[in-house]
C-alpha cells in the first residue's frame, strides 16, 4: 500500500508538470478548456498529503522510520494464528461475503466488549458497523451527517483527514487549538488544554458537529472528565453531534485512563464513536475499524457504508472476532493484550524520550498513543535548498532536512493544524515510539553520532 500510495502521488506530480502546471486538483482543470473529463470541484485544494511526501523521501533516502505511525513489530500471536487457520479449518463460507454492516460474530463480541464500558446495552445489529479502518469509518459519518451549510468543529491538533472529509461532506471546518501552558514551559501532554470560553464561542446555530480525537495524535493527550464534560455540555446545549475518535482507546500510560464521552450523561443519544482493530491488537495493515453508536444515527452511517464499501474482508474480521473473545476472557488481568501492550509502548515512550533530550530536543511526555512531538528549535540546524521553500513552515523544512541528512524519518507537528495555527506547531516534530527496541536504538546511534560532530 505504501508503495502504491508513492506511485500515485508521483503519478500526480508528473501530470501536473505535463500541463506546466502545480500539482493542484485546480491545476488539472487547465488541461483542456473544452474537455468535460474534470475532477469534482470537492478535490480542490486537498490533494496535498504530508504521509505522499515524507514515504516517498524516507524511502528515498532509506531512513530510519519514525515517521509512519505503525509498529515494526509482530503482532499477539493468538491473532495471526487464528487468522492462518481460518481459510482452511473452518467452513468455506468463510471465504465469501458476510454481513455488510460487520460480520455476526464479531460485532456480537464488540457488544460484549463495549456495553458495560458505555453503560449502555449495545445492539450488535443495529449500533456497529465495521469499516475499512478508523478511515473508513469516518469518512461514512461525515458523509452520513455533514451538508453544506454545516460547521464542524475539529480541536487542534488533528489528524489529518478530518479536514478533507469535512470539505468533501460540503461542511465548514471551524479550528480550536489545544494550547500549551503560559506560565510555564510544557513538558507533558497534560500541560495543553482548551480554553473554555474560547471553545464556548466556536458553537452557534450552523454548528453541526465537534470532532475530538483522545488519546490526541500527535500530542498524545489524553482527555480527562471534566474537559469531556465542558465538551459535552456545549453539545447538549446547542444539540449537535460529537465524531469521537477514539483508537488509541486502549494505549494510556501512567495514571492517565480514557474516558469515553459517549458514556457522560446525555451523550450516547448523540456521539458516534470510532475505534481500531489496527491500533488494538498491533495489525494496521488489515485496515478494520467500527464505528458504534445509537440506532438512530448509525443507520445513517450504515447507509452511506452500503453504497460505498458495502463489506469488510470476512476471514479478517472472525480473526478479530475471536481476538476480542480471548481479550474478553482475560479482561483486566495482567494477561490481557490491553495491558501489556501499554506497558510495552510506556517503556519504549521513555526511551525516546530520554534520547531526544540527550540530543537536545525539547520533548512532550505524552499520556497515551503512538507518539511524542518535541520542540526541535534549540538544535543549531542550518538547512539547504534542499529542506525545501522558505515559505514551508520551519518543522516542514526541518524535517526534510533530517531525512535527507541524518537518515531519520518524522513528521512535521505543523501539518496537524490549520494554516491559521500552524504557528503553535511551528518548533515541533513527531516522532513515533512504537516502534522495535532496534529501531528507536538506531536512532539514538544516528543522534549521537551528530552530536559529536556538532
Same mark, same amino acid.
Given at each position: 500500500?505504501?508503495?502504491? #500510495?508513492m506511485?500515485?502521488?508521483?503519478?500526480?506530480t508528473? =501530470?501536473?508538470?505535463?500541463?506546466?502546471?502545480?500539482?493542484?486538483?485546480?491545476? *488539472?482543470?487547465?488541461m483542456?478548456?473544452?474537455?468535460?473529463i474534470?475532477?469534482?470541484? $470537492?478535490? @480542490?485544494?486537498?490533494?496535498?498529503?504530508?504521509?505522499?511526501?515524507?514515504?516517498?523521501?524516507a524511502?528515498?533516502?532509506?531512513? #530510519?522510520?519514525?515517521?509512519?505511525?505503525?509498529?515494526?513489530f509482530?503482532?499477539p500471536?493468538?491473532?495471526?494464528?487464528? %487468522?492462518?487457520?481460518i481459510?482452511?479449518?473452518?467452513?468455506? &463460507?468463510?471465504?465469501?461475503?458476510?454481513?455488510?454492516?460487520?460480520?455476526?460474530p464479531?460485532v456480537?463480541?464488540?457488544?460484549?466488549?463495549?456495553?458495560?464500558?458505555?453503560?449502555?446495552?449495545?445492539?450488535?445489529?443495529? @449500533?456497529? %458497523?465495521?469499516?475499512?479502518?478508523?478511515?473508513g469509518?469516518?469518512?461514512? #459519518?461525515?458523509?452520513?451527517? =455533514?451538508?453544506?451549510? @454545516?460547521?464542524?468543529i475539529i480541536?487542534?491538533?488533528y489528524?489529518?483527514? /478530518?479536514?478533507?472529509?469535512?470539505? /468533501?461532506s460540503?461542511?465548514?471546518? +471551524?479550528?480550536?487549538?489545544?494550547?500549551?501552558?503560559?506560565?510555564?514551559t510544557?513538558?507533558?501532554?497534560a500541560?495543553?488544554?482548551?480554553?473554555?470560553?474560547?471553545?464556548?464561542?466556536?458553537?452557534?446555530?450552523?454548528?453541526?458537529?465537534?470532532?475530538i480525537?483522545?488519546?490526541?495524535?500527535?500530542?498524545g493527550?489524553?482527555?480527562?472528565?471534566e474537559?469531556?464534560?465542558?465538551?459535552?455540555? &456545549?453539545?447538549?446545549?446547542?444539540? #449537535? %453531534?460529537?465524531?469521537s475518535?477514539?483508537?488509541y482507546?486502549?494505549?494510556?500510560?501512567?495514571?492517565?485512563?480514557?474516558?469515553?464521552?459517549?458514556?457522560?450523561?446525555?451523550?450516547?443519544? $448523540?456521539?458516534?464513536?470510532?475505534?481500531?482493530?489496527?491500533?488494538?491488537f498491533?495489525?494496521?495493515?488489515?485496515?478494520?475499524?467500527?464505528?458504534?453508536?445509537?440506532?438512530?444515527?448509525?443507520?445513517?452511517?450504515?447507509?452511506?457504508?452500503?453504497?460505498?464499501? *458495502?463489506?469488510?474482508? !470476512?476471514?479478517?474480521?472472525?480473526?478479530?472476532?475471536?481476538?476480542?473473545?480471548?481479550?474478553?476472557?482475560?479482561?483486566?488481568?495482567?494477561?490481557? /493484550?490491553?495491558?501489556? &501492550?501499554?506497558r510495552v &509502548?510506556?517503556?519504549?515512550?521513555?526511551?525516546?524520550?530520554d534520547?531526544?533530550?540527550?540530543?537536545?530536543? $525539547?520533548p512532550?511526555?505524552?499520556?497515551?498513543g *503512538?507518539?511524542?512531538i518535541?520542540d526541535?528549535?534549540?538544535?543549531d540546524? +542550518?538547512?539547504?535548498?534542499?529542506?525545501g521553500?522558505?515559505?514551508?513552515?520551519w518543522?516542514?523544512?526541518?524535517v526534510?532536512? %533530517?531525512?535527507?541528512?541524518k537518515?531519520?524519518?518524522?513528521?512535521? !507537528?505543523?501539518a496537524? /493544524?490549520?494554516?491559521?495555527h500552524?504557528?503553535?506547531a511551528g518548533? *515541533?516534530v513527531?516522532?513515533?515510539?512504537?516502534?522495535?527496541?532496534?529501531t528507536?536504538?538506531?536512532?539514538a546511534?544516528?543522534?549521537?553520532?551528530?552530536?559529536?560532530?556538532?
Amino acid at each position: 500500500m505504501a508503495q502504491f #500510495c508513492m506511485f500515485r502521488g508521483q503519478l500526480r506530480t508528473l =501530470i501536473g508538470k505535463a500541463v506546466n502546471t502545480n500539482s493542484s486538483v485546480s491545476g *488539472y482543470r487547465m488541461m483542456s478548456s473544452s474537455s468535460k473529463i474534470l475532477p469534482a470541484a $470537492r478535490l @480542490d485544494g486537498v490533494d496535498q498529503n504530508v504521509w505522499l511526501e515524507f514515504t516517498a523521501l524516507a524511502a528515498e533516502h532509506k531512513a #530510519c522510520n519514525l515517521g509512519q505511525g505503525f509498529p515494526d513489530f509482530s503482532p499477539p500471536s493468538f491473532i495471526t494464528k487464528e %487468522l492462518a487457520k481460518i481459510p482452511t479449518q473452518s467452513q468455506h &463460507l468463510i471465504n465469501q461475503y458476510t454481513r455488510a454492516f460487520g460480520h455476526g460474530p464479531l460485532v456480537e463480541n464488540l457488544s460484549k466488549l463495549f456495553s458495560p464500558l458505555y453503560g449502555v446495552e449495545i445492539d450488535p445489529l443495529k @449500533d456497529i %458497523l465495521i469499516s475499512i479502518g478508523g478511515y473508513g469509518a469516518l469518512f461514512s #459519518c461525515f458523509q452520513a451527517f =455533514i451538508q453544506a451549510g @454545516d460547521e464542524v468543529i475539529i480541536i487542534e491538533p488533528y489528524f489529518d483527514c /478530518y479536514e478533507p472529509m469535512v470539505k /468533501y461532506s460540503g461542511g465548514t471546518c +471551524r479550528f480550536i487549538p489545544l494550547r500549551p501552558r503560559e506560565d510555564r514551559t510544557p513538558t507533558t501532554s497534560a500541560d495543553w488544554s482548551l480554553d473554555k470560553d474560547e471553545l464556548r464561542k466556536m458553537f452557534n446555530k450552523n454548528t453541526k458537529a465537534i470532532v475530538i480525537n483522545t488519546p490526541n495524535n500527535p500530542l498524545g493527550k489524553v482527555f480527562g472528565r471534566e474537559e469531556l464534560q465542558m465538551i459535552a455540555d &456545549l453539545c447538549v446545549e446547542f444539540d #449537535c %453531534l460529537c465524531i469521537s475518535d477514539e483508537v488509541y482507546e486502549w494505549l494510556t500510560f501512567d495514571d492517565s485512563s480514557h474516558v469515553r464521552i459517549a458514556s457522560l450523561p446525555g451523550m450516547w443519544d $448523540r456521539t458516534l464513536t470510532v475505534g481500531s482493530a489496527g491500533k488494538t491488537f498491533s495489525i494496521t495493515g488489515w485496515k478494520l475499524g467500527w464505528t458504534i453508536g445509537p440506532s438512530h444515527l448509525m443507520k445513517h452511517v450504515q447507509t452511506v457504508h452500503q453504497n460505498s464499501i *458495502y463489506a469488510c474482508a !470476512t476471514p479478517l474480521q472472525e480473526a478479530v472476532s475471536r481476538a476480542v473473545a480471548h481479550e474478553i476472557s482475560v479482561f483486566g488481568s495482567e494477561e490481557s /493484550y490491553f495491558k501489556t &501492550l501499554p506497558r510495552v &509502548l510506556a517503556s519504549k515512550r521513555d526511551r525516546m524520550w530520554d534520547i531526544l533530550k540527550e540530543t537536545g530536543l $525539547r520533548p512532550i511526555m505524552p499520556q497515551g498513543g *503512538y507518539f511524542m512531538i518535541a520542540d526541535a528549535s534549540a538544535l543549531d540546524v +542550518r538547512m539547504d535548498d534542499d529542506a525545501g521553500s522558505d515559505d514551508l513552515p520551519w518543522d516542514h523544512r526541518f524535517v526534510r532536512w %533530517l531525512i535527507i541528512n541524518k537518515k531519520v524519518a518524522t513528521i512535521p !507537528t505543523s501539518a496537524f /493544524y490549520s494554516q491559521e495555527h500552524k504557528h503553535i506547531a511551528g518548533k *515541533y516534530v513527531r516522532f513515533c515510539f512504537c516502534k522495535e527496541d532496534a529501531t528507536i536504538e538506531r536512532m539514538a546511534e544516528i543522534f549521537r553520532e551528530w552530536e559529536f560532530s556538532r
